[in-house]
C-alpha cells in the first residue's frame, strides 16, 4: 500500500490565503458617513448636496424594524432617493432591526416580511433611477444566537442578488463560534467600535470610542479574510443617571426637556483628536482586508449633537481639528459680549467672561444664555451656569452672552476663562 503524498499545492494556496488576511497597506481609505435621519427635510436634502467629494458614499437608513411581542413594527423614513441621484452617489440602504427572540426559520412570518421590505426598498431606489450600493444589515443580535442570524442573512442575500449584503458587528461577536457563519453568509462586514464600556455617574465626560481598543479589534477582525470597513462615531450620547447609577433616559439626537428630577448628567462624546490620530495611524499602517471608515453620522444643520464639516473634514485626513474660541464686543451702548468659535472643533463655553473699562459709570447689564452677570466697580463678570457645562459651541457659531451698557463710549478689555 503506497503512503499518501503530502498535497503541497493546497498547502500552497493555503498559505497564500493566510497571507493574504494578514497582509498590510497604507495610503488613504474609503470615507463614508451614514445618514440616519427619520424625517426628511431640507436640511437633510442640503446635507446629502453638500457633502465633500472626499466623502466616498452615504449609506442611508431604509427601514427600522421594532418588534411588539411577536408582532413587527416599521418605520420607514421617505427617502428622497432623487436627491441621491441629482448627486450621483449609489447610496446603501440600512436596514434596522431590533432585538428579536423569535424564530429564524427561511419560512417564519417575519423572516419573510424582512425578506418582502428589503425588497421594496431596493425597488423604491431603482424606481428613482438609483441602484443601491449595498443593502447593510443592523441587527441588533445576542452573541448567543449569531447562528440563527446566520440564516436570516443567507436568505437575504439570495432575494436581493446582485445587491450585496453586507451586515453591522459587535467587537464582542469576534470571539463568538457563530461569527464565521456570519462571514460565510454575507459579503462583507462593518465593525463597530463605538460604545461605552462601563457607563456610569463617575466621570461627567467619557469618549465614546477608545483608539487602542479599536486598533485591537481591527486586526482582529482582519483574522477572519475577508474585506470590511469599521464604523466611528462623530456624535454626543448624553445619559441621566440617578442617585443609585441607574440610567433613567438617554439622547443622542437632540436635548431631552424631560428628563428625571434630579438627574445627573453625563456625555459621553466622540473626541475628534483621538479619533484623527487612530485615522492617521491607519493611513499609515493598517490590515490589508480594512478598506474603509463609515462615520457614523453625517452631519445635518438640524443635528444639534453631531459634529459639523470642518471638524469631519479635518479628522478624515488625519489631522487634528484647529480649536480657536474668541470674544467679541459690538454694538454701542448697550454692547454686546459674544462667544465665537472660528475654530474647526466644538468647544466648550468659557466658564467665565470678564468685561473691563477704566473711567465710564455702569449704568446696566445683563447676561443671557445661560450665563449670569456679576457687577464690580469698574467690571462685569459673566458666569456660566452648571447647566452649561455639557453644552459645546459648533465651529462657525456665535452666542451672545450678555450686554453693557455704560454712562459713556469706552472700549472695553475682555478675557476669558475657559472651562
Not at 503530502?6 to 498590510?24: E, F, K, Q, S, T
Not at 443671557?368 to 452648571?386: C, D, I, M, T
Request: with cysteine; charged share 20%; hydrophobic share 40%.
Amino acid at each position: 500500500m503506497k503512503s499518501a503524498m503530502p498535497n503541497y499545492r493546497g498547502w500552497a494556496g493555503l498559505l497564500c490565503l493566510l497571507l493574504a488576511a494578514c497582509g498590510r497597506s497604507h495610503g488613504p481609505m474609503l470615507q463614508e458617513a451614514y445618514l440616519w435621519q427619520r424625517s426628511w427635510n431640507g436640511t437633510v436634502e442640503t446635507a446629502v448636496r453638500e457633502a465633500p467629494k472626499e466623502m466616498g458614499n452615504i449609506v442611508v437608513l431604509g427601514e427600522e424594524i421594532a418588534f411588539k411581542g411577536s408582532q413587527p413594527v416599521v418605520v420607514r423614513p421617505a427617502v428622497r432617493y432623487d436627491v441621491f441621484k441629482e448627486c450621483g452617489i449609489r447610496p446603501g440602504i440600512a436596514l434596522r432591526i431590533n432585538r428579536f427572540n423569535g424564530n429564524f426559520a427561511p419560512a417564519e412570518p417575519v423572516t419573510q416580511k424582512i425578506v418582502n421590505d428589503a425588497r421594496e426598498l431596493i425597488s423604491a431606489a431603482r424606481a428613482n433611477g438609483v441602484e443601491p450600493g449595498e443593502l447593510q444589515v443592523d441587527f441588533d443580535c445576542p452573541s448567543a444566537r449569531l447562528h440563527g442570524y446566520a440564516n436570516w442573512l443567507w436568505v437575504l442575500r439570495n432575494a436581493t442578488s446582485p445587491i450585496p449584503v453586507r451586515f453591522t458587528a459587535l467587537p464582542s461577536w469576534l470571539k463568538e463560534r457563530g461569527f464565521s457563519e456570519l462571514v460565510a453568509a454575507s459579503d462583507g462586514f462593518v465593525l463597530q467600535v463605538h460604545s461605552v464600556s462601563q457607563p456610569g455617574i463617575g466621570l461627567q465626560e467619557q469618549t465614546l470610542c477608545d483608539p487602542g481598543l479599536a486598533r485591537q479589534w481591527v486586526e482582529e477582525a482582519a483574522r477572519y479574510g475577508v474585506f470590511f470597513r469599521v464604523a466611528l462615531p462623530t456624535y454626543t450620547s448624553i445619559a441621566a443617571f440617578d442617585e443609585k447609577g441607574t440610567v433613567g433616559g438617554v439622547t443622542s439626537e437632540g436635548a431631552s426637556p424631560h428628563w428625571p428630577a434630579g438627574a445627573q448628567l453625563r456625555a459621553y462624546r466622540a473626541d475628534a483628536a483621538s479619533l484623527a490620530t487612530l485615522v492617521k495611524q491607519w493611513r499609515e499602517d493598517r490590515p490589508k482586508k480594512l478598506v474603509g471608515i463609515v462615520w457614523y453620522r453625517l452631519p445635518v444643520a438640524s443635528d444639534t449633537m453631531n459634529w459639523r464639516w470642518p471638524t469631519l473634514a479635518a479628522v478624515m485626513q488625519g489631522r487634528v481639528p484647529a480649536r480657536h474660541l474668541k470674544v467679541e464686543v459690538s454694538g454701542g451702548q448697550p454692547a454686546d459680549i459674544a462667544v465665537i468659535n472660528d475654530g474647526e472643533d466644538d468647544v466648550p463655553l468659557p466658564a467665565v467672561v470678564n468685561a473691563e473699562w477704566s473711567e465710564a459709570t455702569l449704568q446696566a447689564r445683563d447676561a443671557l444664555g445661560g450665563y449670569g452677570a456679576e457687577a464690580g466697580e469698574k467690571s462685569v463678570r459673566f458666569v456660566a451656569s452648571p447647566e452649561l457645562s455639557l453644552e459645546r459651541l459648533s465651529p462657525g457659531t456665535r452666542r451672545v452672552i450678555g450686554w453693557i451698557r455704560l454712562s459713556k463710549s469706552e472700549p472695553l478689555h475682555v478675557t476669558f476663562t475657559e472651562k
